[in-house]
Nanobody, 127 residues
Framework: QVQLVESGGGLVRAGDSLRLTCAASGRSFGYDRMGWFRQAPGKGREFVAAAISYGWSGTTAYYTDSVKGRFTISRDYAKNTVDLEIHTLQPEDTAVYFC?????????????????WGQGTQVTVSS
């Protein structure tokens, strides 16, 4: 079993920055694909970013269009963590942010392709 625990959320002002961290533990953790999703009040869970390992080729980051240039995903394989840096936060970024892990199989933006999920961390941005 794999456990994912998110941290770093909070109440911030528009224009601030945050770093969210997802710590992974459990049975031989080594999923090639780690992702971040978010769910705003009254909306579905949407893809935000993914970091995918391609073995010796390294890791590639993918983002949904609406966060490109403001969000940065990074993965530390030694620590088994994946971070999401968020800059210039906007009220529309208010959501619960979830970390997810899965094999690199199928669309990286599809939540159905992730096997494990964290409990989420709340990010609230005031204007």
């Amino acid at each position: 079993q794999v456990q994912l625990v998110e941290s770093g959320g909070g109440l911030v002002r528009a224009g601030d920055s945050l770093r969210l961290t997802c710590a992974a533990s459990g049975r031989s953790f080594g999923y090639d694909r780690m992702g971040w999703f978010r769910q705003a009040p009254g909306k579905g869970r949407e893809f935000v970013a993914a970091a995918i390992s391609y073995g010796w080729s390294g890791t590639t980051a993918y983002y949904t269009d609406s966060v490109k240039g403001r969000f940065t995903i990074s993965r530390d394989y030694a620590k088994n963590t994946v971070d999401l840096e968020i800059h210039t936060l906007q009220p529309e970024d208010t959501a619960v942010y979830f970390c997810a892990a899965g094999p690199n199989n199928g669309p990286y933006y599809s939540r159905e392709k992730y096997d494990y999920w964290g409990q989420g961390t709340q990010v609230t941005v005031s204007s």
